[in-house]
């Protein structure tokens, strides 16, 4: 799975960090390929906004990010593709629909139990930190939500259903 943002500064390294982690802590770790990427290519190359890194820090968890451009050739390359908010989803469908792909695009926070429908990942690139815990906490439950998901389908072979 690719989680996709703006920038892949933010939202979509740190969904990668958390589902990275959740897959591990669930035991599902070999069982799932996650990366992130960006609709645009201001960033590319860099490391994650040092907020974000600070919040998965003090969340415990460390990754070695750099920070890429999500292209056509990643419709190929994995099975789903979660959007943080509409305007990537509308970008990455664009691009998807111009590829002939039907390769799932959703938003990431469909899976979160307790988002309404339609429910984003807000971009806090140009808020204080307060944003990115929110980010992560979302993340967090969207990730979870997601894991249960493929378990209950049968999309992770092998996995046990969540208790």
């Known amino acids: 799975?690719?989680?996709?943002?703006?920038?892949?500064?933010?939202?979509?390294p740190t969904a990668e960090v958390v589902m990275?982690?959740?897959?591990?802590r669930r035991g599902l770790g070999d069982a799932v390929v996650v990366e992130s990427a960006g609709t645009g290519s201001w960033h590319v190359g860099g490391d994650a906004d040092p907020r974000s890194r600070?919040?998965?820090e003090?969340?415990?968890?460390?990754?070695?990010?750099?920070?890429?451009?999500?292209?056509?050739?990643?419709?190929?390359?994995?099975?789903?593709?979660?959007?943080m908010d509409a305007s990537n989803l509308e970008a990455?469908?664009?691009?998807?629909?111009?590829?002939?792909?039907s390769t799932p695009i959703e938003l990431l926070r469909a899976y979160d139990p307790s988002a309404p429908p339609g429910a984003e990942v807000?971009?806090?690139?140009?808020g204080g930190?307060?944003?990115f815990v929110d980010?992560?906490?979302?993340?967090?439950?969207?990730?979870?939500?997601?894991?249960?998901?493929?378990?209950?389908?049968?999309?992770?072979?092998g996995a046990a259903p969540p208790a």
């Not at 799975?1 to 979509?12: A, Q």
């Not at 990275?20 to 591990?24: D, F, K, L, V």
């Open 20 to 24: 990275r982690a959740t897959a591990e």
């Open 129 to 131: 930190p307060d944003g």
């Open 1 to 12: 799975m690719c989680f996709v943002c703006l920038g892949n500064i933010c939202r979509s």
């Open 122 to 126: 807000p971009d806090p690139y140009y």
């Open 92 to 101: 990455l469908q664009r691009t998807a629909a111009a590829a002939g792909s």
């Open 54 to 56: 600070a919040e998965w």
């Open 58 to 83: 003090r969340r415990g968890l460390r990754h070695a990010h750099r920070a890429r451009q999500f292209g056509v050739g990643d419709l190929a390359r994995f099975d789903l593709v979660l959007a």
């Open 135 to 157: 980010a992560f906490d979302m993340a967090q439950r969207a990730c979870n939500g997601l894991l249960d998901h493929l378990v209950a389908t049968g999309r992770l072979p």
